[in-house]
């Protein structure tokens, strides 16, 4: 992939590598468009393929004309299938139910498609209408799994939370399902962590730093190995250890985190 990092269109966030699991909590209806706008915007102008999958408490008129104040391809990007805007219960809840492998083999395919159309990658949202339903438990499931099926592709997932109705068994439960975790409230941002290991330089050594680095530049285990003269299962054990070391579920949360605090230069 040309472009390691990818603009999230949003200032707290910055940059991010691809395969990360976002998640944002929002106070307000306004909240939601001021994050996902300029989020869909900047996949958009970086030849991302676009699906924004809406529910409560915005519509799909709503979403639609909050974009095309912000985007004057709007339409061309609707027409040539760069940019879908569906109801989130018609993707989610196809055929009555929650399936999460059917769900995430529909990103997959969509992925897919955007590809083979010379799209650089998929940029996804999805608004949470499930929390206190009877598919919460299903969804908590979908979201852990997505998490693992998103390692190595060329997608970005941002999955937004109503703060309103979120308990903070709730809050916490999906934190831990996502790389990085934010809330925006009444237009101020604030970081949710999950790490639990403290995120010093001193606590990774400068193996470990560096094989980091070359992940988030983008390189495989195999290049790294390359590059640092050292064996692929080597590089894997260090990447293993950093990732345990930093507190996240996988090297791409790892890198993350260590980006966001500038434990590595990209």
């Not at 996502?178 to 237009?187: L, Q």
């Amino acid at each position: 992939m040309a472009t390691v990092l990818r603009r999230t269109g949003l200032s707290v966030l910055g940059k991010v590598p691809w395969g990360t699991h976002l998640c944002m909590f929002h106070e307000t209806k306004q909240d939601l468009l001021d994050a996902l706008v300029p989020y869909f915007r900047a996949g958009l102008e970086s030849n991302e393929y676009c699906v924004w999958a809406v529910s409560e408490p915005l519509t799909v008129e709503e979403a639609t004309t909050a974009l095309s104040r912000e985007l004057r391809t709007l339409k061309r990007a609707l027409d040539a299938g760069s940019l879908e805007i569906l109801p989130s219960r018609e993707w989610y809840l196809r055929e009555g139910g929650v399936d999460p492998k059917k769900i995430i083999g529909g990103w997959h395919e969509k992925l897919d498609r955007a590809l083979a159309k010379g799209g650089e990658g998929l940029r996804v949202s999805g608004n949470a209408f499930w929390l206190g339903s009877k598919y919460w438990q299903d969804f908590r499931q979908y979201e852990r799994e997505l998490d693992l099926a998103l390692e190595g592709r060329p997608m970005i997932v941002l999955c937004t939370y109503p703060l309103a109705v979120s308990r903070p068994a709730d809050i916490l439960d999906v934190a831990q399902a996502h790389t990085i975790t934010v809330v925006r409230r009444n237009g101020d941002w604030e970081f949710v962590e999950t790490a639990l290991a403290p995120m010093t330089t001193h606590s990774l050594t400068p193996r470990e730093l560096e094989v980091l680095t070359w992940a988030a530049r983008g390189k495989s285990a195999w290049e790294i190995g390359e590059i640092l003269d050292i064996a692929k299962r080597t590089v894997d054990e260090h990447a293993q250890t950093a990732v345990r070391k930093i507190g996240a579920a996988n090297r791409t949360q790892a890198v993350a985190i260590a980006l966001r605090s500038h434990l590595i230069e990209p």
